[in-house]
């Protein structure tokens, strides 16, 4: 169970999250069981969930019992049934976007409390992010997820400082934040001194030539950049040490 991530201080060290950006459910089992020995979370990304829906979370949970899961569905309406649709196929958290109405978004994070999960704000095209912020503190959403989009990327707009002020002060405010984006581990010093949660690599890892390999290389990364000796997920101690992850978020 997923409990309130606000009965605890940020973790010193992010989370690394896995997002399984696919169109095909075959090649996105494929890659999740290839890596999971060295992720933290593993996310059903928005593709992937347009595609195959529900079935694809149920699928990941299934070849991956021990991992937290996150449904990247971007939520537009209907926040409490998308929500609960999400948990009962057995995802850990789920994403409602930035500009769904203020009642979509309330919806969404009751059904997360009365289900003992997670909602995140998908920050995605959203402008007035510290104004939206004190109206989401205020229904209770506590986790972000600020992201430099995909589309972004295809017309060069790189991480800024600018972006680094605005996640410090949200941290500030009390919001866990998950950064996602195009981060690779030579990206990673960029965000060493933000107190993030959550760190997301998508194609870094599954456009790399040996995927299991940078997974390892990307969370070690993490774990040295923020200060600690890594904990081995794979072996016998995997599923301590994913026990330890859910923790975190408790």
């Known amino acids: 169970m997923v409990q309130s991530a606000s009965k605890n201080s940020t973790p010193s060290i992010p989370l690394f999250q896995f997002a399984l950006d696919y169109f095909s459910l075959p ?31 149920r699928a990941i949970r299934e070849v991956c ?23 009962d196929a057995g995802a850990d958290m789920m994403t409602v976007i930035g500009g769904a109405a203020l009642a979509t978004v309330e919806l969404a994070v009751k059904m997360a409390r ?14 007035d992010i510290l104004a939206r912020a004190e109206e989401w503190k205020q229904v209770g959403v506590e ?16 991480w800024q400082e600018e972006d680094k002020v605005i996640i410090r002060k949200l941290i ?29 690599a998508g194609r870094a890892i599954h456009q790399a030539a040996d995927p299991a390999a940078a997974a390892g290389e990307f969370r070690a990364a993490i774990h040295r950049l923020w200060g600690a000796a890594q ?13 330890e992850s859910k923790e975190i978020l408790l």
């Not at 904990?231 to 026990?243: C, K, Y």
């Open 27 to 57: 090649s996105a089992i494929a890659m999740a069981v290839k890596v999971a020995p060295f992720v933290d979370v593993i996310e059903i990304g928005t593709p992937l969930c347009k595609a195959a829906g529900m079935a694809a979370v």
């Open 65 to 87: 019992p021990d991992k937290l899961i996150v449904a990247d569905l971007k939520t537009p309406d209907v926040g409490d049934l998308e929500a609960k649709m999400a948990f």
């Open 114 to 127: 009365q289900e003992g999960k997670e909602m995140l704000m998908e920050l995605t095209g959203v402008r």
């Open 143 to 158: 986790r972000m997820v600020y992201h430099r989009g995909w589309d972004e990327q295809t017309f060069d707009r790189q």
């Open 172 to 200: 500030d405010m009390g919001f866990k934040i998950t950064v996602t984006g195009g981060i690779t581990t030579e990206l990673l010093p960029f965000f060493q001194d933000l107190p993030v949660s959550i760190i997301i």
């Open 231 to 243: 904990p081995a997920l794979s072996g016998n101690n995997g599923a301590a040490q994913q026990n």
